[in-house]
Structures are given as structure tokens and as C-alpha cells.
């Protein structure tokens, strides 16, 4: 029910889903378009403890309501962003946000049968809802014209704070979302854009490296320091550079983690913390980095 006027919030909650089909579809957002499963997975995990820096570092408040409404709204997007990529896929693949919403409320009348005795049949029918998501599944292609792409090098998140980023044209786009991609701005106005927008919905973030959730693990946390880094001009880190292809991509990634994985091994038989090794080389890097955003 809506905290306001006690309404129910589905009319909210189907133009957030029709939001979300105008930015997957041909004549929308490029960067938006071209996001899987897999590019989206740190945001979910930076998202999540944005909430738990919300609900711990402030006291019940006005303020803390606001950031709570705003952290929660972030993780239901990317509930929706997933909902949304498992719309477009085919066969046993396919889901839309209905079979999240069934899965979950089935699952809490099956797990609290004291409750809700003899509700068998309510824990299997469908919950009814997100209907905008199923009417635009046979209007859009099953792959929406977006390859498989990882998470643009220097963007800082996919939730709302997302800025788009450098990034190639889908493979396999069509002709429609190409020509989107084609007249789209670059990449430099896109997140001179975005910055604007950020300085004024967050004015209090004055300096370069202000809103990293400081509870994030240490290879996110630097993941995410590095990026803003790059987005504000310090010169103290690598620039970006031109993404690999799909099958580049995994070939690094796998020598990365595995000399990632040797220096845990050697640190741990030394006895050494490597997540609180790694959060201290961090901080040092925000630490005699950081400066006020400027432009």
C-alpha cells in the first residue's frame, strides 16, 4: 500500500515497467539495450549495500525515509532490468516479471502454511500482475535487438546513478536499434549529461569519490573508485581503453581471476587478510586522489 494515500501501487509500479520496455526497445537507450544477466550483477551487489549503508549510518528520520525510498526503488529496478532481459529470451529461458512475482508469493504461502492452511491452490495461480510487461512481449523481437555486452568500462552503476558509457554497437543489433546507436550522442556529452543531472539531484556530493557505500566488498569498492576516478580526470589511473570481444573477454577474465587467485594463495599462507589488505590499498587510492568535483 502506498505509505501517502493508502492506494495500491500498480499503476506506479506498470509505468515503471513500460519505462523499462521504452529503454530495451529499438529507439531507446543504447547502453540500456546492450546489458545481460552478467554485465548487471555488481550493481545488484552495490545496490543491496547502499540499503544497508541507509538503514545503518542513519537514524530514523525524514532523511533516512527519502534514502531508503530511493535505495529500495534501485534495487527493484534491477529486478525489473532482469525481468525485463528474461523477457527476451526464448524457450525454457524465457521469464517476465509475473513469474518473479508468482515464484516469490508462492513461496511465502507454501513456507508459512500456519498461516495460510490449505492455500495449495493460491500458492500456484498467478499473482496477476505486471500485465504491461506481457503485452509488449509479442511487440518486441526475443532478443530486442541487444547482444550480450558487458557493463561499459568507467560507468559507475546500473541503477539510477548509471552513467552510459564507452561501449561498441551490439553485435547482432538490428537495423532499427543500430541506427539509435548510430545517431545516439557520444560518449563524452552522455556522461557530461548525466553529471549535470547527478550535481543536481545530489548536491551534497561535492567531492570526486563522494557516494562509494563504504560497506562494499573490497574488490567492488575499487572497482567502483577507479571508475569515478576516470569519470573526474585523475591522472593516476589507467585510461579506458577499447573493450575485448566476447571471446577476449573471457580469456582475460580468466587470467585475471587466476592471478587474482594466486596472490589470495600466497597472502594466505603468510597469514594475510586479503580483503582488508586490498579496502586499505583502496582507501589510500581515494585518500590522496580525491578533490572536489569540478565542472
Given at each position: 500500500?502506498?505509505?501517502e494515500d493508502?492506494?495500491?501501487?500498480?499503476?506506479?509500479?506498470?509505468?515503471?515497467?513500460?519505462?523499462?520496455?521504452?529503454?530495451?526497445?529499438?529507439?531507446?537507450?543504447?547502453?540500456?539495450?546492450?546489458?545481460?544477466?552478467?554485465?548487471?550483477?555488481?550493481?545488484?551487489?552495490?545496490?543491496?549495500?547502499?540499503?544497508?549503508?541507509?538503514?545503518?549510518?542513519?537514524?530514523?528520520?525524514?532523511?533516512?525515509?527519502?534514502?531508503?525510498?530511493?535505495?529500495?526503488?534501485?534495487?527493484?529496478?534491477?529486478?525489473?532490468?532482469?525481468?525485463?532481459?528474461g523477457?527476451?529470451?526464448?524457450?525454457?529461458?524465457?521469464?517476465?516479471?509475473?513469474?518473479?512475482?508468482?515464484?516469490?508469493?508462492?513461496?511465502?504461502?507454501?513456507?508459512?502454511?500456519?498461516?495460510?492452511?490449505?492455500?495449495?491452490?493460491?500458492?500456484?495461480?498467478?499473482?496477476?500482475?505486471?500485465?504491461?510487461?506481457?503485452?509488449?512481449?509479442?511487440?518486441?523481437?526475443?532478443?530486442?535487438?541487444?547482444?550480450?555486452?558487458?557493463?561499459?568500462?568507467?560507468t559507475?552503476?546500473?541503477?539510477?546513478?548509471?552513467?552510459?558509457?564507452?561501449?561498441?554497437s551490439?553485435d547482432?543489433?538490428?537495423?532499427?536499434?543500430?541506427?539509435?546507436?548510430?545517431?545516439?550522442?557520444?560518449?563524452?556529452?552522455?556522461?557530461?549529461?548525466?553529471?549535470?543531472?547527478?550535481?543536481?539531484?545530489?548536491?551534497?556530493?561535492?567531492?570526486?569519490?563522494?557516494?562509494?557505500?563504504?560497506?562494499?566488498?573490497?574488490?567492488?569498492?575499487?572497482?567502483?573508485?577507479?571508475?569515478?576516478a576516470?569519470?573526474?580526470?585523475?591522472?593516476?589511473?589507467?585510461?579506458?581503453?577499447?573493450?575485448?570481444?566476447?571471446?577476449?573477454?573471457?580469456?582475460?577474465?580468466?587470467?585475471?581471476?587466476?592471478?587474482?587467485?594466486?596472490?589470495?594463495?600466497?597472502?594466505?599462507?603468510?597469514?594475510?587478510d586479503?580483503?582488508?589488505?586490498?579496502?586499505?590499498?583502496?582507501?589510500?587510492?581515494?585518500r590522496?586522489?580525491d578533490?572536489?568535483?569540478?565542472?
Amino acid at each position: 500500500m502506498n505509505g501517502e494515500d493508502g492506494t495500491a501501487p500498480g499503476p506506479q509500479f506498470e509505468r515503471l515497467l513500460e519505462v523499462m520496455d521504452r529503454l530495451r526497445s529499438p529507439g531507446g537507450c543504447p547502453w540500456d539495450a546492450a546489458q545481460t544477466h552478467e554485465s548487471l550483477l555488481r550493481y545488484l551487489v552495490e545496490e543491496a549495500y547502499e540499503v544497508v549503508e541507509a538503514v545503518e549510518t542513519l537514524e530514523p528520520s525524514r532523511r533516512r525515509r527519502d534514502e531508503l525510498v530511493e535505495e529500495l526503488g534501485d534495487v527493484l529496478l534491477q529486478v525489473v532490468f532482469h525481468a525485463r532481459i528474461g523477457q527476451e529470451h526464448t524457450g525454457e529461458e524465457r521469464f517476465d516479471v509475473s513469474d518473479v512475482i508468482d515464484a516469490v508469493t508462492a513461496k511465502l504461502i507454501r513456507r508459512h502454511p500456519h498461516v495460510f492452511p490449505g492455500d495449495d491452490d493460491a500458492a500456484r495461480e498467478p499473482a496477476g500482475a505486471a500485465t504491461a510487461m506481457s503485452s509488449v512481449a509479442e511487440a518486441t523481437s526475443p532478443t530486442n535487438g541487444a547482444a550480450a555486452s558487458s557493463s561499459p568500462a568507467g560507468t559507475d552503476d546500473a541503477s539510477s546513478d548509471a552513467a552510459p558509457a564507452a561501449g561498441e554497437s551490439p553485435d547482432g543489433a538490428t537495423s532499427d536499434t543500430a541506427d539509435s546507436l548510430e545517431s545516439a550522442p557520444d560518449t563524452a556529452e552522455l556522461a557530461a549529461r548525466w553529471d549535470a543531472v547527478k550535481r543536481n539531484e545530489k548536491p551534497h556530493r561535492t567531492r570526486i569519490f563522494d557516494g562509494i557505500p563504504p560497506a562494499l566488498p573490497a574488490l567492488a569498492y575499487g572497482e567502483k573508485a577507479f571508475s569515478k576516478a576516470r569519470r573526474h580526470g585523475v591522472s593516476a589511473v589507467t585510461p579506458v581503453q577499447e573493450e575485448p570481444t566476447a571471446g577476449q573477454r573471457e580469456a582475460e577474465e580468466r587470467e585475471l581471476g587466476d592471478r587474482l587467485l594466486a596472490l589470495v594463495e600466497t597472502g594466505s599462507a603468510r597469514g594475510l587478510d586479503a580483503e582488508r589488505a586490498l579496502r586499505g590499498a583502496v582507501r589510500r587510492f581515494v585518500r590522496e586522489n580525491d578533490g572536489p568535483v569540478t565542472g
